[in-house]
C-alpha cells in the first residue's frame, strides 16, 4: 500500500450561496473500491507490522455492518493473510446461511475468506481483556491483532498521510469521528493555524481522551458533539433526505454513519454563521459507502424513505 493523495473536490450547494465559504471534500472515499478511506490508512503500517512479526493470520472485531471488517477482509486476501472477524451478536451464528444472505457486509467477508466468532454483547465488552485474547490464541493461533475500527499508533501514523502540502490553506479541517484515529492523525499533521473539527457518530465524551493518548501536545482541535442523530448507526427523515439532496447536487455519495452526519452539521454550522466570512474548509470523506445497502435493509423494514445514490 503506497503512499498515496486523494483529490480534493469543490462542493457547489445552493445552501451555501452567499456564504464566502470555500467547501471542498478530500475524496478519500476514491482510494480503494474495498480499501476505502480511513481503513486505508489505518490498515497501512499494520499490515506492515504483521508481516515483520511473521503473523500470518490477522484477527479483529466489529459489528455485523462494520466497515472495518469489510475492509479487513479484502486487504487480508489481497496480501496473503488469513482473517478471523470476532463478530457482535452471538445470534448471528445461529444460522450462519440465513445470516449471510441478509447481511452484504459478513457475506463480503465471508466470500473473502474471513472465519467468524460470533460472541454476545456482553462477551465483546470484555474483548480486550487479556484472557479473553489468550482464549482467542487458543482456539486461532497466532494471530496479529488489529484492534476494533482499527486505531492504534500505526493507524494513527497512516491517517496521518491524509493530508498534503497544498492542504495548508485551509482552515477547518472537518472529520467524522468513530474511534478517534483519523482525527488524532489529522491534528498530528495539522498545522497552527488550523482548526481540526471532530463530528462523532457515537453519544458520550469518551472520545476527547481516547484521541489525547494518539496526539502531540496541540490544542487546534475541538468535538462537536450536536449531530451524532441520537448515536451510532441512527438515522431519521431528515438525515436520509440530506444525504440524498447532497448527492443530486455534488454526486458525492455519503454514508449514514459517517460522513453524512459530518456533512450535516458542516452545512448547518455554516448556515448558523459559526465559520468566519471567506473561510476554507476542507471535509475528509472516511468511505464508509458500503454499509449503505444494509442501512437500506433496515429502512426498508422500518418504511423510512431509502438513501438513493
Known amino acids: 500500500m503506497d503512499r498515496v493523495a486523494s483529490r480534493n473536490q469543490d462542493i457547489v450547494l445552493r445552501e451555501l450561496k452567499g456564504s464566502g465559504i470555500t467547501l471542498r471534500m ?8 474495498f480499501i476505502s478511506g480511513n481503513k486505508f490508512r489505518k490498515l497501512k503500517y499494520n499490515l506492515v507490522r504483521a508481516r515483520e512479526e511473521g503473523a500470518l493470520t ?22 496473503g493473510f488469513r482473517a478471523v472477524g470476532i463478530i457482535r451478536g452471538e445470534e448471528l451464528g445461529t444460522d450462519l446461511e440465513e445470516t449471510l444472505r441478509k447481511n452484504p457486509t459478513l457475506r463480503f467477508a465471508f466470500e473473502n475468506g474471513m472465519r467468524f466468532k460470533f460472541i454476545s454483547r456482553a462477551q465483546y465488552r470484555d474483548k480486550e481483556d487479556q484472557h479473553f485474547v489468550e482464549a482467542l490464541k487458543e482456539e ?30 485551509y482552515d477547518f479541517i472537518c472529520v467524522a469521528v468513530g474511534t478517534g484515529g483519523t482525527m488524532a492523525g489529522l491534528i498530528n499533521s495539522s ?14 465524551d469518551f472520545l476527547t481522551a481516547e484521541i489525547r493518548k494518539h496526539t502531540i ?32 447536487q455534488t454526486t458525492i455519495p455519503l454514508d449514514p454513519v459517517y460522513t453524512g452526519k459530518m456533512m450535516f452539521g458542516i452545512i448547518d454550522m455554516i448556515q448558523k ?13 472516511t468511505g464508509g459507502l458500503q ?19
Open 217 to 248: 501536545q496541540k490544542d487546534n482541535w475541538s468535538l462537536i458533539n450536536g449531530y451524532h442523530f441520537g448515536g451510532y448507526a441512527k438515522i431519521n427523515k431528515n438525515l436520509i433526505s440530506f444525504i440524498n439532496d447532497f448527492y443530486h
Open 273 to 285: 454563521n459559526y465559520f468566519r466570512k471567506n473561510s476554507k474548509i476542507l471535509a475528509v470523506h
Open 191 to 204: 498545522k497552527e493555524q488550523q482548526q481540526v473539527l471532530g463530528f462523532p457518530s457515537l453519544k458520550g
Open 291 to 309: 454499509g449503505i445497502k444494509g442501512m437500506n435493509d433496515f429502512l426498508m423494514k422500518k418504511n423510512l424513505p431509502l438513501i438513493n445514490i
Open 140 to 169: 486461532f493461533g497466532h494471530f496479529y491483532l488489529v484492534p476494533e475500527g482499527g486505531t492504534n499508533a500505526l493507524a494513527v501514523r497512516g491517517c496521518e498521510e491524509i493530508l498534503t502540502p497544498g492542504d495548508a490553506q
Open 58 to 79: 490477522l484477527l479483529s472485531f466489529g459489528g455485523a455492518y462494520s466497515n472495518h471488517i469489510s475492509a479487513l477482509s479484502y486487504a487480508a486476501k489481497k496480501y
Open 26 to 33: 478530500k475524496r478519500e472515499d476514491e482510494l480503494h473500491p
